[in-house]
C-alpha cells in the first residue's frame, strides 16, 4: 500500500471487523492466543519488508525522499503502522507505514513509478520462496516427527508457514486494482493515467471502495483461492 488516506470512520470500521472476527473466532482463548502470536514474525517480517521494498526501489531509482525519511531499512519499527497491524492480526489483511515518494525525481517517472508499486509485492513473493524453501530445508534436517509431534517443532513449522500465507496474502491484497492499494498504481503506471484528473477521481473514493468490497467479501473472494494455488505449488516444493 503506497498512501495513506484512511479516516477516522475507515478506522471505525476496521474495529467493527475487527470485534467481529473476535467473536466468531474464539472458542478456546488460549489457543487463540498461541495461534495469533505464532502468526506475529510473519505479519511484522511481511509488512517490514513490503515497505522497505518501496523505499530501496525508490532510491535507488534516484529519488532520496525514503532515505531521508529513515525508511530505507528493515528496522520493522521504520515501516510498522499500528493500526495496519491490528488489522492484519485481526482481520486478516492490513498495510504499513506508506513509504513517501517524490516522482519529480525519478529519471523516467512512468516506468520508475511502476517499478517502486511493484517493489513491495515482488518483495513478499520473494519472503513467500524464501520461507518455503527454509521449510524444506527444516522438514528434511529435523524430519516429519520433529515438525508434528515435539511442541517446539510444531511452534517453528507453524511459524514458518504462517509466514509463508502472510506474504501471500499481503502480495494478493495489494495487488487489487483498488486505491491506495499498489494494484491501483501498477494499473494507473502501466495504462498513462498515473497523476492525472481521472487517477486523483478515483483515488479520492478509493478507501471507500476497498471498504465496501472487504465488506461485501469480494476480497476474500479474490485472495483465498489465489493463496491456494500459490500453496499448492509450495506445498510440492517442501515435500
Known sequence: ????????????????????????????????????????????????????????????????????????????????????????????????????????????????????????????????????????????AAGSEWVMYNTIGKGVWMIIIYAIQINLVLMIFNLIPCPPLDGFNIIANIFGFAGTQTYWNIYRYGSWILVIIIVCGVTGMIISPCVQFFMNIIWNIII
Not at 511502476?114 to 513491495?120: K, P, Q, T
Open 1 to 140: 500500500m503506497r498512501k495513506n488516506n484512511f479516516d477516522i470512520t475507515f478506522i471505525v470500521i476496521i474495529v467493527i471487523l475487527a470485534m467481529s472476527s473476535l467473536r466468531t473466532g474464539i472458542s478456546n482463548p488460549t489457543e487463540w492466543l498461541v495461534d495469533k502470536m505464532l502468526l506475529l514474525p510473519g505479519i511484522i517480517i511481511g509488512l517490514s519488508f513490503h515497505e522497505f521494498g518501496h523505499a530501496v526501489v525508490a532510491y535507488k531509482l534516484g529519488d532520496n525522499t525514503p532515505k531521508l525519511q529513515g525508511r530505507v531499512t528493515l528496522n520493522p519499527m521504520a515501516h510498522i503502522d499500528w493500526m495496519g497491524l491490528a488489522a492484519l492480526f485481526f482481520c486478516g489483511f492490513g498495510w504499513g507505514q506508506p513509504v513517501q515518494i517524490n516522482p519529480y525525481n525519478f529519471n523516467h517517472r512512468r516506468r520508475d513509478e511502476l517499478f517502486v508499486a511493484l517493489a513491495g509485492v515482488v518483495m513478499n513473493l520473494l519472503l513467500a520462496i524464501v520461507f518455503a524453501v527454509i521449510a524444506k530445508v527444516v522438514l528434511m
